[in-house]
C-alpha cells in the first residue's frame, strides 16, 4: 500500500500534482496550496501519485511503501 503526505508548508502552488493526479491531489482556492484528497490511493493511482512527487519543485509530496 503506498502512503501519500504532503508538506503544505513547503508547497510554491505549481500545480504539478493536481495536474498529474487529480484524484489524489487538488489546490486551496485563496493560495494555490496542495490539497490532499486521499492518503492512501488505488494501486490504479500509484504512477501518476509517483511522477507528482517527482515533479513536484518543492519537494513537498512525500511517499512511502509500495
Do not use: Y
Amino acid at each position: 500500500m503506498l502512503h501519500v503526505d504532503v508538506e503544505t508548508e513547503k508547497c510554491v502552488a505549481a500545480g504539478h500534482c493536481v495536474l498529474l493526479a487529480p484524484e489524489v491531489f487538488d489546490q486551496r482556492d485563496e493560495d494555490g496550496v496542495v490539497v490532499l484528497l486521499e492518503t492512501a490511493p488505488d494501486q490504479s493511482l500509484h504512477d501518476a501519485v509517483r511522477e507528482s512527487a517527482m515533479m513536484c519543485p518543492a519537494a513537498a509530496i512525500h511517499l512511502a511503501g509500495s
